[in-house]
């Protein structure tokens, strides 16, 4: 009878266990609004759903060359008759209306997304309004893959290029490393030819330069096989981070896909970490359609389980390393992991915004940096949801490089509240963070929300001064604007 009632109140036990998670993340799909708030006509917005602006008109661009170039010198011409500024825009993931000028013209790239392969040299030729998920699905086909790019495959390629993003491949470059040329109208409606041998400081500008020099065309990209890669994971103290990347990542050279995150919920908050990598595997990849399909709602509602939640922080830790347990070694083709959409983390609460931040520490200062952080962003009172490591290696192209060094890219995510006591707190620490930052020696990231000031933005890029004086020599009459030149400049 007591080995009965033993077996019963086990059985009880794992119900009680597995049902609790369960029940929170239910709870999550019952708290959402599947109803989407459209923007008003006559307005556009942002990644932000901060920034809702009352602009001029709205322009899609055609989808052929020839007719592009055509409309986009009526618009050229059109803003200098009607003294009007051009903003330009892709999947608008920026967050601090870098897309945006009130009661301007506002040109959506998206529909221009042509694509030629020049599979003997490695070369895409894309259209600047296509997403990284149709390149690649049309580089599968090929047996090709992107060589750098973001987590997600939901921006655009021109967007990415215009804030210069980096990726999770491992040690390498932003974005900027991987573009051999683009053409450019101006601000006359002349198409100009930019890469690192022909007119090589608007190149240099062009690139994380966010639209304020003209309109980007037609991109060369280079571009690597698509291969098979094997799943691996290392659980360790925060504290031993950089030692173990060297051991496990740099040192080895069948690693092609990294990156790190840190434990968030309270209990041993930051002082836990995962890297998480992928190395080569001796398999030939299977093409996008007949990779396993995911369960992508399941995956997406316990990340938002986390949102105010403690014990959906600790959760989603615990599944996590959990499922990297059962996954370890499972094989996936490179195309598969760069081809994650961003609605995997989607919010559909109405009354808060997901909102990003980064910043780059160079290695010696990767440890104080974290410990400088940790009473910072405890004292906010703002819901972080996740910070992502990466390691992105100096950058040589851009003109505005927030890489000047080898670093380690700190990725935030925050769950904010559309409140003006919520941002008011999201503005203090932002500014906490960035003199962390600058205590560290490192840089912060441009595309987000404009919180800092120009006279500290400088203390990070001194080299903003003469970046603006230089899209005065490009577009004297400053056509070219938004909402980041309007703080900035």
């Known amino acids: 009878m007591k080995k009965r009632h033993f077996i019963i109140a086990g059985v009880i036990m794992l119900i009680v266990f597995i049902s609790i998670p369960a029940i929170h993340i239910l709870k999550t799909k019952w708290n959402e609004s599947d109803i989407r708030k459209e923007t008003p006509k006559g307005y556009t917005n942002d990644a932000s759903q901060l920034n809702l602006t009352k602009i001029d008109t709205l322009i899609k661009v055609p989808s052929s060359k020839p007719e592009i170039e055509n409309q986009l010198r009526q618009i050229l011409a059109y803003a200098k008759e009607k003294h009007l500024k051009i903003s330009i825009a892709g999947a608008q993931h920026s967050m601090g209306g870098h897309t945006i000028y009130p009661n301007g013209i506002l040109i959506n790239m998206l529909p221009y997304k042509h694509m030629q392969l020049d599979e003997k040299n490695n070369i895409l030729t894309i259209g600047s309004g296509a997403l990284w998920e149709d390149a690649i699905q049309y580089l599968d086909k090929h047996g090709k893959s992107i060589a750098v790019m973001q987590a997600f495959s939901s921006f655009s390629v021109g967007g990415s290029i215009s804030v210069n993003g980096h990726g999770w491949q491992k040690n390498l470059p932003p974005i900027s490393s991987s573009v051999l040329s683009f053409s450019l109208m101006n601000p006359d409606g002349k198409i100009i030819n930019c890469s690192r041998e022909e007119n090589p400081e608007l ?172 009473p910072v962003l405890k004292r906010s009172g703002l819901d972080l949801l996740n910070i992502t490591i990466r390691a992105v290696n100096k950058d040589e192209d851009s003109y505005m490089n927030y890489a000047r060094e080898n670093v380690f890219g700190f990725v935030f995510l925050f769950n904010q509240k559309k409140t003006a006591s919520q941002e008011e707190a999201m503005k203090l620490l932002t500014n906490n963070l960035v003199d962390i930052t600058l205590k560290n020696e490192g840089t912060f990231y441009l595309p987000y929300r404009l919180h800092i000031g120009k006279e500290k933005m400088r203390k990070v890029y001194p080299q903003a001064e003469s970046f603006f004086e230089l899209k005065k020599k490009y577009d004297p009459l400053e056509i070219f604007d938004n909402k980041f030149y309007q703080h900035y400049k």
């Open 203 to 374: 190149f240099k500008l062009v690139i994380g330069g966010y639209g304020l020099f003209g309109i980007i065309l037609d991109i060369r990209l280079k571009v690597v096989d698509n291969i098979a890669l094997q799943y691996k994971y290392i659980r360790l103290r925060a504290d031993r981070y950089p030692d173990y990347y060297k051991k496990f990542i740099s040192e080895n050279p069948d690693v092609n896909l990294v990156f790190g995150r840190l434990k968030i919920s309270d209990k041993h908050f930051l002082e836990d970490a995962t890297i998480n990598y992928f190395e080569k595997a001796d398999e030939k990849p299977l093409p996008l359609p007949v990779q396993n399909v995911k369960n992508e709602e399941t995956k997406r509602l316990v990340f938002r389980s986390t949102v105010n939640s403690e014990y959906g922080k600790r959760l989603r830790w615990d599944l996590e390393t959990g499922m990297n347990k059962m996954t370890k070694n499972a094989v996936y083709s490179r195309n598969e992991l760069l081809n994650d959409h961003v609605s995997l983390i989607e919010n559909k609460d109405p009354h808060s915004t997901d909102l990003l931040q980064e910043y780059f520490i160079p290695e010696r200062n990767f440890n104080r940096f974290i410990r400088d952080m940790k």
